[in-house]
Structure formats: structure tokens, C-alpha cells
């Protein structure tokens, strides 16, 4: 590394911005340089010489007292008492850490007070740093640079400022102990939920009257056979030939979660919501709150025991296509109503429930917009076809361009050649409809 400065002549002034640089070298053998820290100007008059202070303590009176710090080629001003001449060839920068960052992460753990809800729960025993310190280094990783446990026991423990904000040597971060940690924690995840929604509640006056159901999953490279969750099934990543698990959660409007669930990957989504009801209940106390979940979520079973139960379990969903079709003879004369920019609804009842048909005039844009992208792609792409030569070739492709178009595929009509025709503009065409 080494310091180098940038001059900059304004209103008759010089002006001198100092950096630390380094080196890097690339693969390709060139050497790049990267500014490692920007120290500000050091202005060249001898008014206004760098008037950069610091604080130095006083060894003998245990005070601290700020001193102006001067380059070494221009003079102490005689106006100023506490000056102090700074040598900048001989400056250098050595294990530079990342600090704000983490700092403001750990200010968020102690907002919630996470420390204390974890200090009474994570007992140090035997071990040698406090198992919450090292839930806390685990937290603030995944808030700061979201990554593997073991960069951060090689690399990113040893970048940061996490030794000084906890107050632990490097032991907090040794590889056997992160993952140690994680194992002691899932007893209590009942608990540290209910402590965030009173916290949440407190910090930002969260509500809990509307909450948002909905799963998703995630699928695995490679056997799995030591994870008995991890399971083949419908896959929303269109992997199927991969092993899965589900991922069910629950949100409150601000986007805060109150629970989930990790379950096997076979799991069908129309069994997981009764089970979640149960546990809202039991966890936070029956109140009257609006779910707002998929159509595919719940069936006609959950959702007649979610108006039957005492007191009645309010709740916001898709209905199936077929019912829609079916009640259209209910709705279709009645007035559209507007209540929102562009969206307009109708309202009626039906066997005990309150029906909403909306259409959004922006929503249909974009629909419209999205299907003429896809369409265009779909007649550039088979325009380039018909340069192929072979017709397997061409039909492989076609295939391909249609699953990739979705239902705007279907505005196009094509001909294709028969076995024994080549491949032409005249044996392969395609017009719009």
C-alpha cells in the first residue's frame, strides 16, 4: 500500500485529496489499483494547512485533549497551540476492518433485546465464550454479508470489527462452535417469536388483525440422504428431478414473520393450514384476524371449520375457476364500483360469504404489454428458423420457442414441411391471428 494525492487548482487555490492505494495484480497479468481508504484534503495554504484533529489521551492526567494534524512539508500554523506534524511517507494502513456496518447490526440486536432474551436461555456452562455472543456474530453476518459459516470462520470474522463490539478474541468464531450454536436454538423458537411481536409491536406499532399465508420451496443438489425432510414432489422451481423441502410462513402486513414451518418436500399444500391455525392460537391467543392465502392453500373442508369456529375465522381468498364460471350469472349485471386508481370491484353474497370480482385497468395493461414482448420474441425466433437445414432440427426449436411463449403461442399459426420437404419459406411459414 502507499499514500497518493490528487491536486486540484480552484479559486487561485491549491487543493491536495490524499488516498491509500494498493496494488492488485489480475490474472492477466496486469497490476490494477484499488483505493483502499480516502483521508480527505490537505489543503497547501498555511491558513487553512489539514486541520484534521484527533483525540490523544494524556498518559499522565488520563485526559484527552485534540491535536491538529499538519503534513510534514508545511509549517504549524502560530494560531494554532496543539499541532502535531504527521510524516505521510511513512504512513501505512494495516488490517483494516469493517466497522459501521457491524455496529449498526449490533445496535438492531440490542434494540430487540435479543441479548437478554438469549443470555436467559443460551447458559454459558462450560463453554468458553457465552453461547448468545456467538448467536450474535451468527446474526450479524447474515444481516451484514450473508454467507457460509465456514468463510466466516476463515475470512470475514478476521475483516470485521466483531472482536471489538463483542468483546471475544477470535474463539467466538471457531468452525465446531457456529455450528454448535444453531443446534441449541430451534427449542426456543416458540418463545423468541412471541418476544419479537411484543418488541415489533412496541418498536413499530405492528398489528396482528391481517396475516399472509404462503408457501414455498426449495430444492437440493445431490442424495440428501442424511436430511429425512428432504423430499421429491411438486416443485415450484420446475425441478422435479431434485430432492425439495417446504417452506411455509406467516407475515403480518409490515412484513414481520410470526411463524414457519420447514416441512418434507412431498408435502401437499392444502394440509399444512389447519395445523398453522392451531398454532397461531395457541401461540398468540384466539383474536379476530383475516388470513389472506392462495386459492390452492385451503380447502372447502378448512375454510367451512374457519366460519364454524367460536369465534369465527375471518379470511381472504382465490376462488377456484370453476366457481367463478359458475356464479358469473350473480355478478355480471351488477355495477362496477371504483375504489382505488384503476381498480374496480363488484360485490355479492353467496352461501354465507362475501364474494369480491375486481379487475385493474393498469393490471390488464400489463398483461397486454407482457403478452406482446413474448409474442414478438416468438415471430424473431422463427424467423431465424428458417435458416435450419434439418427438419428435426426445426421442430426441436419450435417446441422449445413455444413452451418459452406460454399461451401467446397461440395467436400464431404455423405450417411446417412434411417429412420429405426441405426446409423453406415456402414449406415453413407462420402468420399471426
Request: glycine share 6%; charged share 30%.
Amino acid at each position: 500500500m502507499f499514500l497518493r494525492h490528487n491536486t486540484r487548482k480552484k479559486d487561485g487555490k491549491v487543493h491536495r485529496y490524499w488516498s491509500v492505494v494498493e496494488n492488485r495484480r489480475l490474472r492477466t497479468g496486469h497490476t490494477t489499483q484499488r483505493t483502499v481508504l480516502y483521508l480527505g484534503e490537505i489543503n497547501d495554504t498555511q491558513q487553512g494547512a489539514w486541520r484534521k484533529s484527533l483525540d490523544a489521551l494524556d498518559e499522565t492526567t488520563q485526559l484527552t485533549e485534540q491535536i491538529c494534524l499538519f503534513p510534514e512539508d508545511r509549517d504549524i500554523p502560530p494560531e494554532v497551540l496543539n499541532g502535531l506534524q504527521v510524516k505521510l511517507s511513512e504512513l501505512t494502513l494495516q488490517h483494516p476492518r469493517v466497522f459501521g456496518d457491524c455496529w449498526l447490526a449490533c445496535r438492531l440486536w440490542d434494540e430487540l433485546h435479543l441479548g437478554a432474551f438469549w443470555g436467559q436461555r443460551l447458559p454459558d456452562g462450560k463453554a468458553e465464550v457465552p453461547w448468545f455472543k456467538v448467536l450474535e456474530l451468527l446474526a450479524v453476518r447474515q444481516l451484514v454479508a450473508p454467507g457460509s459459516k465456514w468463510h466466516l470462520h476463515r475470512h470475514w470474522f478476521l475483516s470485521s470489527a466483531m472482536d471489538q463490539l463483542l468483546e471475544e478474541d477470535f474463539a467466538v468464531a471457531a468452525k465446531n462452535r457456529l455450528y454448535e450454536c444453531l443446534d441449541r436454538i430451534d427449542a426456543h423458537r416458540a418463545a423468541l417469536f412471541t418476544h419479537l411481536q411484543a418488541r415489533w409491536k412496541d418498536l413499530f406499532g405492528a398489528t396482528y388483525d391481517l396475516l399472509l399465508y404462503d408457501l414455498t420451496s426449495t430444492y437440493f443438489e445431490g442424495a440428501m440422504e442424511q436430511a429425512p425432510k428432504a423430499q421429491y414432489g411438486y416443485s415450484r422451481d420446475k425441478r422435479s428431478d431434485c430432492r425439495q423441502v417446504v417452506i411455509a410462513v406467516i407475515l403480518s402486513p409490515e412484513g414481520f414473520p410470526l411463524a414457519y414451518e420447514i416441512m418434507p418436500g412431498n408435502t401437499s399444500d392444502k394440509t399444512t393450514l389447519k395445523a398453522f391455525l392451531e398454532k397461531i392460537q395457541t401461540q398468540y391467543g384466539q383474536a379476530k384476524r383475516i388470513w389472506i392465502m392462495d386459492r390452492g392453500i385451503p380447502t372447502e373442508e378448512t375454510l367451512k371449520e374457519m366460519r364454524q369456529s367460536d369465534p369465527p375465522v375471518s379470511y381472504l381468498v382465490g376462488t377456484p375457476r370453476p366457481r367463478v364460471k359458475a356464479s358469473r350469472t350473480q355478478w355480471k349485471n351488477l355495477p362496477w364500483q371504483k375504489v382505488q386508481g384503476s381498480v374496480e370491484v363488484k360485490l355479492f353474497r353467496a352461501d354465507n360469504e362475501l364474494y369480491v370480482v375486481a379487475k385493474s385497468d393498469g393490471r390488464r395493461q400489463k398483461e397486454i404489454a407482457i403478452r406482446r414482448k413474448k409474442l414478438a420474441r416468438l415471430l424473431w425466433t422463427l424467423r431465424g428458423m428458417r435458416r435450419e437445414k434439418s427438419r428435426d432440427r426445426l421442430l426441436q426449436r419450435l417446441g422449445a420457442a413455444r413452451q418459452k411463449a406460454g399461451r401467446s403461442a397461440s395467436f400464431v399459426q404455423v405450417q411446417l414441411p412434411t417429412a420429405d420437404q426441405p426446409v423453406s419459406r415456402d414449406t415453413f411459414r407462420f402468420s399471426v391471428l
